[in-house]
């Protein structure tokens, strides 16, 4: 079982930059795939990036893909989402999650879930 704290966040103008952190506790980090998601309102949540145990797999969401970096720590219990070039349509909720389940894509697959942090982008 892990439990997930994410960090960071906060207020940025378009163009800028912010990273997100979710720390877990629990065993066998190092073992689970790890998500990043994110909830606007009145929006389902979407999937944004993926990293495997050893990071050596990271998928990313068409909308995020050569912006956000996805990474790990496995050392620390920490897995890190940079975000840069910011657009006003990545204001969002963000969420971390482990995968369960075999869809690194679908957040039903995901069993733990971080409480979320606010990123908002500014025009």
């Known amino acids: 079982q892990l439990q997930l704290v994410e960090s960071g966040g906060g207020s940025v103008q378009a163009g800028g930059s912010l990273s997100v952190s979710c720390a877990a506790s629990g065993r066998a980090f190092s073992a689970y795939y790890m998500g990043w998601f994110r909830r606007t309102a009145g929006k389902e949540r979407e999937f944004v990036a993926a990293i495997s145990g050893s990071g050596t797999i990271t998928p990313y969401a068409d909308s995020v893909k050569g912006r956000f970096t996805i990474s790990r720590d496995n050392a620390k219990n920490t897995v890190y989402l940079q975000m840069n070039s910011l657009k006003p349509e990545d204001t969002a909720v963000y969420y971390c999650?482990?995968?369960?389940?075999?869809?690194?894509?679908?957040?039903?697959?995901?069993?733990?879930w971080g409480q979320g942090t606010q990123v908002t982008v500014s025009s």
């Open positions: 999650a482990a995968l369960r389940g075999s869809n690194w894509r679908d957040d039903s697959s995901y069993g733990y």
